[in-house]
């Protein structure tokens, strides 16, 4: 009997892009070896949430053995790849070699610092469990230690808490941060005065949230400030000493927290491949999202660069990693049939982001939603997206215990 080998596609990467190609290819004949250095797919998202302590990590991360565990063709494989042979088609893992007939690059990104190295020392990133549980538990020290502080400009340097960029990520951490220290921290402490505490949003544009439509930006703008947050446009700062922040005019603010979300680029191993690289590092591909040189190799989500229909850079985010993953598992299976490939082209499903309790913008189908509309909508996206049913469960009853009794719930100091 002539048995067939199927063909073997080695994913890398199980993240939005990585995760969704793995799945959309469960009924194709095809062996699927996915790789991770994680054994868990995380929902990125919310990982502000882990560092307000409003969720805990295994709320928003999911084993990936339990995700495929029905899915027959495939192999999870949990290490790091570190090095690809594009020539004889095969990816070095902790020391293993894995060969390969097509590759799919979903790597994704890491945090940019833009080489400013003080900040990437001694400041906070929201990019992994690790980071977001490190930033929850430097924070809740702080408070403890401010409340046995008797020195005023050592305990308000303590309660200075700084979010560096005005993207969505650095609004909604800004604002759940306002909140937690309104309605959870002074309760918490009724013997401090929380109008010590502040939180600074720091831009170096003129403008919070810049991909948003100008109505949604002033209601960024407006709702941050409802909830006592100070924003300050215009703003660079050059140094980050893990006390003290200077800033390019000279001027200086007394901190032991910095949050950086002004940046990202793609991973690590991009660096690597000796492939062309475009802005942020990002993997330069063709319109079916293949490494020109390398067909048999796509690169989707936050690790590709791909300019729309404007010759802007697509945007790294979940949905166009998730599209991508789509058109990149429809056309391994037209190659094995031997068909034509189709090219990618980003449907914009619309913007969302939420600035707190009852507070968020949105612009879906072309209107712009602002307040509680918005923020239902987050909600019940965010649960939908959230992966596994007790998550979302989880998840759920959390928040309505927190938006009903004013708190959040994960506030532990669980390491030094
Ligand atoms: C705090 C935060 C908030 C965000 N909010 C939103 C939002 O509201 N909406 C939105 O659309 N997008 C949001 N994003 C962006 C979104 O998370 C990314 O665009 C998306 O995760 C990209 O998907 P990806 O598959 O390219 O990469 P990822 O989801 O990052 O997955 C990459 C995977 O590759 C693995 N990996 C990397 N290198 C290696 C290696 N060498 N070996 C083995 N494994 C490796 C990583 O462990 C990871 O699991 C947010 C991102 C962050 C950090």
């Known amino acids: 009997m002539n048995i067939k080998k199927l063909p073997h596609i080695v994913i890398v990467g199980a993240g939005f892009g990585g995760m969704e190609v793995a799945r959309r290819l469960k009924n194709a004949p095809v062996q699927i070896t996915l790789i991770d250095r994680h054994n868990y797919h995380l929902f990125q998202p919310l990982l502000y949430q882990v560092a307000i302590a409003g969720l805990v990590p295994s ?29 004889s088609r095969y990816v070095k893992m902790d020391g293993s070699v894995i060969a390969y007939d097509h590759l799919v690059l979903a790597v994704g990104g890491q945090t940019n610092f833009f080489g400013m190295n003080s900040v990437e020392e001694n400041g906070f990133q929201l990019k992994n469990v690790e980071s977001a549980v490190n930033t929850r538990n430097h924070m809740l020290k702080l408070f403890e230690e401010a409340s046995r502080e008797v ?106 927290t910095l949050i950086w979300t002004a940046g990202v680029k793609a991973s690590e191993i991009t660096n690597r491949l000796g492939v062309q690289q475009a802005g942020s590092g990002r993997v330069r591909t063709d319109a079916f999202l293949r490494i020109p040189a390398h067909p048999e190799v ?90 596994g049913f007790r998550n979302r469960i989880l998840v759920l009853v959390n928040w309505a215990w927190d938006y009903i ?9 669980t390491r030094e």
Do not use: C
């Open 59 to 87: 709320q928003i991360a999911y084993p990936l053995r339990t995700i495929f565990r029905k899915q027959k063709n495939i192999n999870f494989q949990m290490g790091e790849v570190t090095s690809i042979d594009f020539e």
């Open 151 to 256: 020195d005023a400009e050592k305990r308000r340097a303590m309660l200075t808490f700084v979010v560096v960029g005005a993207g969505p990520t650095g609004v909604e951490t800004a604002g759940a941060l306002a909140e937690l220290i309104t309605h959870v921290m002074a309760k918490d402490y009724p013997q401090m005065n929380m109008k010590e505490a502040r939180v600074l949003l720091l831009e170096a544009g003129n403008t919070v949230m810049p991909a948003y439509p100008d109505e949604l930006r002033k209601a960024t703008f407006n709702l941050l400030r409802s909830k006592n947050v100070e924003i300050m446009l215009n703003t660079k700062l050059t140094n980050y000493n893990g006390q003290q922040i200077t800033l390019a005019d000279g001027g200086q603010i007394n901190t032991h």
């Open 298 to 387: 796509f690169v989707i989500g936050d690790a590709a660069y791909l300019e729309n229909g404007n010759g802007q850079p697509l945007p790294m985010l979940a949905t166009v990693a998730q599209q991508q993953a789509k058109v990149t598992a429809q056309n391994i299976q037209r190659i094995i049939k031997k068909r034509g490939l189709e090219s990618f082209h980003y449907k914009d499903p619309g913007l969302l982001a939420t600035i707190g309790r009852n507070a968020a913008v949105a612009r879906i189908w072309g209107l712009s939603f602002s307040g509680f509309i918005a923020w239902m909508i987050w909600v019940v996206l965010h649960i939908y997206r959230l992966i």
């Open 405 to 413: 009794f004013y708190e959040n719930q994960v506030r532990l100091i």
